[in-house]
């Protein structure tokens, strides 16, 4: 699992939404550091924090908890999360779940 958070610095451009770029899978192996990366990033986070899921190749139910986990710390904090791009696969499993009415996807 790779993380890329296009803020530089841990700065976050108001005037822009935040960004993460995740990529590889996600699963038992890279959640716990997938769940820390994604707090971290909140702490500077704009009021949208877009998840960008298009270089996902596999997320297991661990991985979906932390997308869940992550969407209910941010509203907490005035935070709206967005999941952008998901692969066939992603989109299929986000709506088997139901969990595609919760975390809402943007086509970017």
Request: glycine letters at 8%.
């Amino acid at each position: 699992m790779t993380v890329t958070d296009t803020a530089p610095f841990g700065v976050a451009d108001s005037s822009r939404p935040t960004t993460v770029r995740l990529s590889g899978e996600i699963d038992i192996f890279t959640t716990a550091a997938l769940r820390q990366q994604l707090l971290n990033t909140l702490k500077y986070s704009t009021s949208l924090l877009v998840i960008d899921l298009s270089q996902v190749s596999f997320c297991d139910a661990g991985g979906l908890a932390v997308l869940v986990g992550i969407r209910h710390r941010a509203r907490t904090m005035g935070i709206t999360l967005v999941l952008s791009g998901p692969r066939p696969f992603m989109s299929r499993l986000l709506r088997l779940t139901g969990l595609g009415r919760s975390l809402p996807v943007v086509v970017a």
